[in-house]
């Protein structure tokens, strides 16, 4: 949830959304979970919260995936006698609204005035500490970060990677359920092809990504600017391959590897990418298009797009400066083919009503004098942690009886 707490929460308790006509009993099931309901008015209430934090992703299949999640972590809580006090959950409340720059009683605030009740935020946090406990308890002795482990970590930050890519990509549609039940026997029947003339064509033919009209096509990228899982995939592969279906915000993405070279200046990594996004509505409109070309002519900088957003809803402008692995997947891959002060006008936000005028302000490199080994280590550590955390909640998914309506 790392881009869920911004100061834009502030802004939020404009933005109520209104409950559907056709929903007439909010109390109606809408999942099991080992014979635990989860209701409808539980995935409304969460799904108004991912809407607000602009979390990636359909908001309702967002929210009824992550409630189904808790629900598991919370029967394994129980079963395994592991619970939270009133004064922890205030305390976690307190924490995550401190996120957003505000106390626990304006993020309330704000969050009920977008319709979103205390009760349902309160579950939330509940719900993550006791996970967090569960995690800690049965795994923080079997991490165990060496100064072997921490060195090897701030070398390969140091190390240019020295390595650049040629990648075409696919963009399928995912961003209803309807448009996801279409695009994922596509996207497996397409990680299939192995020469290149028959992705261009594939592109050409299902991809709703701009690169379509050059058949995929996209220039050569230093690795080191991919979002580390896609790069992981990429580097797996030789010439004419296609990596494994990735799932990112809204859409399926696959990549054929075309070629791969050394560079011959290449960068440190990147520490964190600082980059801005102005929301414009009408998605890819007209109307919506015109308006971003014509805040491209006005800016060079990302600091221009404060007069752009001058009297407008707070809301309207983000500004984030985030570690790669922490930037939504498809903002990383746009971001990976921009240099500094470049835009992109290819995402769009709330289900393609929003059009995204995307910016990289500035790519920060790892400096190997400034790193904290402290800090790396602790890096590490949660990593592996979350590594581990993962791989438990998907045995228990795996485990368990799932049902939805």
């Known amino acids: 949830m790392t881009r869920a707490t911004r100061p834009i929460l502030i802004a939020l308790t404009c933005l ?33 919260m991912l809407e607000l934090f602009r979390s990636p992703g359909d908001p309702r299949e967002e929210a009824l995936r992550s409630l189904i999640d808790e629900r598991l972590q919370l029967q394994e809580g129980a079963r395994l006698g592991v619970t939270v006090t009133a004064e922890e959950v205030a305390e976690g409340m307190t924490e995550f609204a401190g996120r957003a720059n505000l106390s626990r009683e304006e993020f309330i605030a704000a969050l009920n005035g977008s319709g979103v009740e205390t009760q349902s935020f309160r579950d939330f946090v509940r719900a993550g500490l006791v996970w967090r406990k569960i995690v800690q308890g049965l795994f923080r002795q079997t991490v165990n970060i060496t100064t072997e482990d921490v060195n090897r970590a701030v070398d390969r930050a140091a190390k240019p990677s020295g390595v650049r ?65 896609i790069a992981q995939q990429v580097l797996g592969l030789q010439p004419g391959e296609v990596t494994a279906p990735i799932q990112i915000p809204n859409a399926i993405a696959l990549f054929q590897l075309r070629g791969l070279e050394e560079e011959v200046d290449p960068n440190p990594e990147v520490a964190e990418l600082e980059y801005a996004a102005f929301y414009i509505p009408g998605g890819r409109s007209e109307a919506a298009l015109a308006e971003a070309r014509r805040i491209a002519a ?25 570690p790669p692995a922490e930037v939504p997947t498809d903002v990383a891959l746009e971001l990976a083919q921009l240099d500094d002060n470049e835009v992109s006008i290819n995402l769009t936000r709330a289900n393609g009503q929003t059009l995204v005028f995307l910016m990289l302000c500035r790519r920060h490199y790892v400096d190997p004098a400034q790193i904290d080994l402290s800090a790396v280590a602790n890096s590490l550590n949660q990593r592996a942690l979350q590594g581990k955390a993962d791989n438990y909640l998907a045995k228990l998914r795996a485990e368990a009886e799932i049902v939805i309506q």
């Open 165 to 229: 890519v040629l990648l075409s990509e696919i963009i399928l549609p995912a961003n209803t359920p309807q448009a996801t039940a279409r695009s994922r026997p596509l996207a497996d029947e397409l990680s299939e092809i192995d020469t290149l003339p028959a992705f261009a064509s594939a592109a050409r033919r299902y991809s709703a990504s701009p690169s379509r009209g050059r058949s995929g096509r996209l220039d050569w990228l230093p690795i080191g600017n991919l979002p580390p899982a």
């Open 16 to 48: 109520a959304l209104a409950l559907p006509a056709a929903a007439q009993n909010l109390f109606a099931p809408v999942a099991w979970v080992n014979e635990r309901v989860v209701t409808a008015f539980e995935v409304d209430q969460r799904a108004r």
């Open 298 to 322: 006005r800016v060079d900088t990302c600091n221009d797009l404060y007069g752009v957003a001058e009297g407008l809803p707070e809301n309207r402008l983000e500004r984030d400066n985030l």
